[in-house]
């Protein structure tokens, strides 16, 4: 389904972020990618949601080449993906249901749905309590399941974490994964860039590791 | 579908209305910049509709002034007057007793009394008419045939006082251009700058958007509401302050025209001027709108 | 500890320049805003100046018309002349010659060639004069002298005719004032707003620098440098169209001047006004930014 | 030296984020701060630097009241405190360097000194290559560490750090662990609020628990 080949990164001041990655993903599997501060990981999540292009190189999502993607048509990509920001990017002006309801607004969904599927997504992560609160009343921890939560309401084919754990202890670090295996289960594609080793302790699934901007498997 | 629409875009508009409201001194604030900043373009306009409604026929048709002679009875007047309105060269014409003139050459020369120091009023009776043509070959015409009537001494058409006149008026165009610029520049940099300014403290919220799949249209809707909204409200503030004024202004002209025993009243805005000015107005913030989001979405955009 | 004083502030003022040229667009974009609302309220200072000292004798002091015998000659003329600049109640003498006044009245009137109709000019040399005093006795006293001089017909000073230049001059000054608190509004709301705006995009500098233990002062030290070196700019630019403004209305004030043979020129900004409008524009931006930053500041602070 | 007595913390909402904590950590001292999502940890650092004020009890911190400060004398308490937030709070308009170098210049601190200081600071983080970029060129783990430099530049006599190690690997971790460690070693208070288990293993510093508020030694 995802699918790098000769891709690479070279920042505007020069910095190479990726170097010569060749990858691929298939449809429904679920992959952790690990390495050092700085090794890429965050960049080669980026480039699968066109958040960055690359200097060279393919990638291909379901047959669609992402570096040729006309401007107009990467909104229709990036629907088919949610992505937890590593900087969670939430909107301090709405309170925690808008800031969920805000994936399923820009994809004109149902209105007579909607509001059940954000109380749904918020209960998964524990949110329900807090829905009227807004995010500047919130802990750490929860902001970023709250990031969580807006990544998983619209129901994404595919699932993109970029540190999902941070800041949350070790047990609901342990549900959200269990959430993330849940949603693999159902046939989602998911990929997790993670530091935490204890999520990469006793897993079954493939993990990739990054060093430096280059893929050591 | 249609639903879904409507759904979509009330839903937008009350978000913004909410915003609006959420907060009070940002948006008063701003609202109250921009019908300042339209009221004066608008009452500009007005005072020109106004001084051209007074002096339009004065100043563009030629004129031409004829003397009576002095022993003229007021009989002879009378048919004079009706023998030019009925002429159809003749757009307009307007008759000075010689009480009148005299009175007139008081008042600019500031010699006072003159009748007194004179004995008697040395001025003649006259008429001064306002054609239609105004080629030279037509107005000697006119001037020919009239010049035949027994009741008339002497015509004159004088180009020097007309060219006075439209040098004095050309400058006050002139003025009026030079302001109205300055401030339709004003207006547009201001409303532009202030609804871009809100929209600066936005940014993040227009990021994410970009990020999770907004298409650009989705993303600019809420802020052209934002921004026609504004602009509509400053637009209304600026129809208050107009019809404020120009209330307050007619109030002061009273006592001048009693003085001069003459109708000076503006006139108020009319409805048409009305809808243009709000229509004006809602789409100046809409362009401000437009062109800021746009800047920022293009920012945003993976290169 | 003054040097040390110096350098703080020398960097912060070197910083804010940075970040003015950092964000180049908003930046010319306020200037422009704030130098346009300046430069109206400076205008309109700058008319007023010229009007009064154009009218300011001629309405404030009374005034009163020597009419000549017919038959005065040119000698008697000058002997009077030179009578009524000797008197220490008389601030001002002017000599209206009777062509002077013909020329007047067909002006004024629209009548033209009335000599040619009359056959000759039936209008008496005159003078008109200000004097110093103003209370009715005094000037009843005034004219009962000069009512005795041989040359002198009559002797008129007439009220009404005040009374319209006055009701006149009033509504003037009515419309300006009108236009000048309008405007002063505007330009303070404008100011505070462009200011006030900007640094809503600075909320998390102020946030930070507060929780890292930064002093009130220190953290509104920028942002008052900012604004006031905004307002700054703003007053530079309101001055630069001032300038350019006097200069182009000049330019077409030369054709009046000639038909009217009198020198009408617009005096341009005196030292004191050009220095008085910058400090005010600095004074303006820099309480916009204070204001703004201190509510920041307040919102920041542990409850 | 920092001495609860009695805290509690009641949100503007109602929620009771601390209830009745007793606590006392000597001068010199170095604690670790634990508890799951949303037990208080933030509260009760945000107490110690003042940006939330008890809504009963004493805090005191080197026998000064803050619940009683003056609102002109709090910004000389937080110069005493170096404080890595939670949710980082860099300023994205200036470079990394300016970013350090803003504790020095609130503090009126010799002009000759202050680059040097800076560039100490950055080095200390890895992050020396880096001082001219703009922080959103920096990768998550990159900014967290840019935090901990801003936090420690003016050698402040109390450090607070709230989940430092959130975005940071392995090895980062231990790096950053063993730069507190050695700034407690010159007598700086050290509290460390953190989920990472990896941490508390093979500490010998005191751990204290929050529970929903409580203390639970
Ligand atoms: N400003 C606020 N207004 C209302 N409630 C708040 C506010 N700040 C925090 N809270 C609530 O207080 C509780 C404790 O928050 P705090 O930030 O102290 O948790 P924490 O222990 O730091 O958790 P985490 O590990 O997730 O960062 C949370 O439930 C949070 O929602
Ligand atoms: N916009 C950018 N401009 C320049 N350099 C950048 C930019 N974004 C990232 N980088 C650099 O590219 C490198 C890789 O960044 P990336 O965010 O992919 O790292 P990461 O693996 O996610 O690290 P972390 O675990 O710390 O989040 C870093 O050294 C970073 O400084
Ligand atoms: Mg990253
Ligand atoms: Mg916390």
Known sequence: ?217 | MMRAWLTQHGFVFFLTLRRLIATPLTSLLSIIVMGIALSLPAGIYVLMQNLQAFSGQMADSPQMSLFLKLDTTQDSIEKVNQRLEENPQILSVRFIPKDAALQQLQQSSGLTDIAASLGRNPLPDAFVIHTQENTADALEQLRLTLQKWPEIEHVQFDSAWIERLNALLDLGRFAVLMLATLLSVAIIAIMFNTIRLQILTKRDEIELSKLIGATDSFIQRPFLYFGALQGLAGGATAWLIMVLAIRTFNEQLITLSQLYAIDLQLQPLTMMDSISLLLFSGWLGWLGARISVASHLWQIEPK
């Open chain 1, 1 to 217: 389904m995802i699918i790098f080949k000769n891709v690479s990164k070279r920042y505007p001041d020069g910095y190479v972020a990726l170097n010569n990655v060749d990858l691929s993903v298939a449809s429904g599997e679920m992959v952790f990618l690990t390495g050092h501060s700085g090794a890429g990981k965050s960049t080669l999540l980026k480039l699968i949601a066109a958040i960055e292009r690359p200097t060279s190189g393919v990638i291909t999502i379901s047959g669609q080449n992402i570096a040729q993607l006309k401007p107009a048509a990467i909104p229709y990509l990036r629907r088919k993906i949610g992505f937890i920001f590593q900087d969670h990017k939430l909107l301090f002006d709405r309170t925690v249901f808008d800031n969920v309801l805000l994936p399923l607004q820009i994809s004109n969904f149902d209105h007579n749905t909607v509001a059940a599927r954000v109380r749904a997504a918020l209960d998964k992560v524990g949110l329900l309590k807090k829905e009227k609160a807004m995010p500047i009343a919130l802990s750490g921890g929860e902001r970023q399941r709250l990031c969580i939560a807006r990544a998983v309401v619209h129901r994404p084919a595919i699932l993109i974490a970029d540190e999902p754990t941070g800041n949350l202890d070790v047990e609901y670090a342990r549900d959200i994964m269990a959430l993330f295996t849940s949603f693999n289960q159902v046939g989602v594609t998911v990929l997790i860039a993670t530091h935490d080793a204890s999520l990469l302790e006793d897993t079954q699934h493939r993990i990739l590791s990054l060093k430096q901007g280059k893929l050591a498997t």
